[in-house]
């Protein structure tokens, strides 16, 4: 392991002296693949339309409505840069549906997935042209001016998942971070070269998982009925599966693109979200902009019986570091936003660029 730690050093300091460079052209698109941290309004197609995906060639329109309960991340970063977005995450998403076992799936689990929906209406959608004259393109963008960003992992080893050993038998962590890279396999072939990889944000810290200290939410509610009753092994369990997911992520880049050469002529930047929300629950008066007192505990949306029966804590939204148990706040979506601006700027702390 001292070994693999120092060639990871040296790596790390080649490739860090190019990362003021590290996009270079002008950014015009952004094609984004995930689950509801980024999905604006395809679960919802689906959900309208019998499970039936959205036709291919159809740019779905922004929400004002997500998963935050306003606008996600990547709506703000096209907002921000001008930049085109192709939003392809569905919430409640994984990476492979393989590591959902047959017998237990639901229409949603067979869809809501990278590999199997996802990645597949990215690549029609980008040889797409309308079959009339002038056959205009529905992607017009190139491997320079054009970025992909990929954040999935919360529900994968979450809590209909490998959390609580529900995968399909001989399926684990690796089997969803092979998975990740086998999807960038496929964005390179297909002629993308420049790749954003999202870690897991510290799900430990979100009230669906944490601590009784933390405000944990408590077993028996809408959340997670059948929640076991020791607050603390859960989050502690969700600690070790966060980080080891983000380790893997942090070795497995650098090594697939510098020693396995499996992505000739790309660039890389592993967006560091765990340590910027862990950050933001530390310090949340450098990124809440609500009123106070600022709230990482709570969150805004509490909820009876699943969706039903709704409301909203009062007070200022913007003062508040969750929407809901699981999900970030529209102010926290703002924050991974600018900050992922200057991922692409090249000098961001909150990344290493390879």
Not at 310 to 334: A, K, N, W
Request: charge should be negative; include cysteine; hydrophobic fraction near 35%.
């Amino acid at each position: 392991m001292v070994s693999v730690r120092n060639n990871y050093a040296e790596i790390r300091e080649l490739s860090s002296s190019n990362k003021h460079s590290w996009f270079g052209g002008k950014f015009k698109n952004l094609v984004v693949f995930g689950d509801s941290y980024t999905d604006e309004s395809r679960l919802d197609y689906f959900t309208a339309h019998n499970n039936t995906p959205p036709p291919v060639g159809l740019l779905l329109p922004e929400s004002f409505d997500a998963s935050d309960g306003g606008r996600v991340w990547p709506r703000y970063v096209s907002q921000y840069s001008g930049a085109k977005l192709y939003n392809y995450a569905i919430a409640g998403g994984i990476c492979t549906t393989s590591i959902v076992p047959q017998a237990r799936a639901t229409p949603k689990d067979l869809y809501a997935a990278i590999l199997e929906t996802e990645m597949p209406t990215w690549l029609a959608e980008s040889h797409l042209a309308s079959a009339h004259s002038p056959h205009k393109k529905f992607y017009t963008g190139s491997a320079d001016d054009t970025l992909y960003a990929m954040w999935i992992g919360v529900n994968d080893i979450g809590k209909k998942n490998i959390f609580v050993d529900s995968q399909t038998p001989g399926t684990s962590l690796t089997t969803f971070t092979d998975c990740v890279f086998t999807a960038f396999d496929r964005i390179y072939k297909n002629g993308g070269r420049k790749f954003v990889l999202m870690n897991v944000p510290p799900l430990e810290l979100h009230p669906i998982y944490a601590t009784p200290e933390n405000k944990g939410v408590p077993p028996g509610t809408p959340d997670w009925p059948n929640k076991p009753s020791n607050l603390t092994e859960v989050s502690f369990k969700m600690y070790e599966y966060t980080s080891a997911v983000n380790e893997i992520f942090k070795f497995q880049v650098p090594f697939q693109q510098h020693v396995a050469k499996r992505y000739p002529g790309a660039k890389w930047a592993i967006y560091d979200v765990n340590s910027l929300f862990k950050d933001i629950h530390q310090t949340p008066q450098k990124y809440l902009n609500g009123t106070a007192p600022l709230d990482v505990l709570d969150f805004i949306h509490h909820c009876e019986a699943g969706a039903a029966n709704c409301t909203d804590l009062p007070g200022d939204i913007d003062s508040f570091m969750f929407y809901d148990s699981l999900h970030p706040s529209e102010q926290v979506h703002r924050v991974v936003a600018q900050n992922f601006m200057d991922v692409i700027n090249g000098g961001s702390k909150f990344a290493t660029y390879w």
